[in-house]
């Protein structure tokens, strides 16, 4: 009967206090890291929804006859709306700023859907295009982290001698005329 050498220890031993150093990351690690700063700059949350309700929207009609409930015009509809609302996913993740007008534009396209194609995409393109329309119109984009440093200097010392609010130094009141000199 054999049996494995034992593990050799490593090189550099790790104290109690101390922590490896992580491996620097190979070139998988530095492109994730790149995209996920990428895509916390933009609502890519809601593209990805809006795009999959209108890719379910699109390709709804062109399932088989079986599945269809309208044929024809609500076809061409749902196919019309499909592609507004790829559109407009497509414009919220490279002009995250129209983030609000591709919002409402998605969630309008996608209600519309219900009535025009095929009830919406058997109500999942409806409701995954309203969710990514809205989830878009209320993303915001990440605030820049504090600066470190310098600690913030506090305002000035009220120099008029009067008493100080809680709302900051106190300003003396300005009178009004009227236009007469």
Known sequence: MTTDPPPEPPEHPVGAGESAAPAPPGPAGGTRAAFR??????PFWATVWTALGGFVIFFLPMAPLGKILQVGVGG???????????AMALLMLFMPGQRH????????AG???FPLSNLGGLFAGMVLSVLGGSMAFA????????????????????RTGGA???GG????PVSVRSGSA
Do not use: C, F, H, Q
């Open 37 to 42: 700063r990428w895509r916390r700059t933009r």
């Open 76 to 86: 061409i509809a749902g196919m019309a709306g499909g592609v507004v609302l790829m």
């Open 101 to 108: 007008t591709a919002g409402v534009i998605a969630v309008i």
């Open 111 to 113: 209600v519309a859907s």
């Open 139 to 158: 993303w915001l984009p990440e605030k820049p982290a504090p600066r470190r440093g310098l600690p913030r200097r506090g305002r000035p010392a009220d």
């Open 164 to 166: 100080s609010g809680p």
């Open 169 to 172: 130094p106190s300003v003396p």
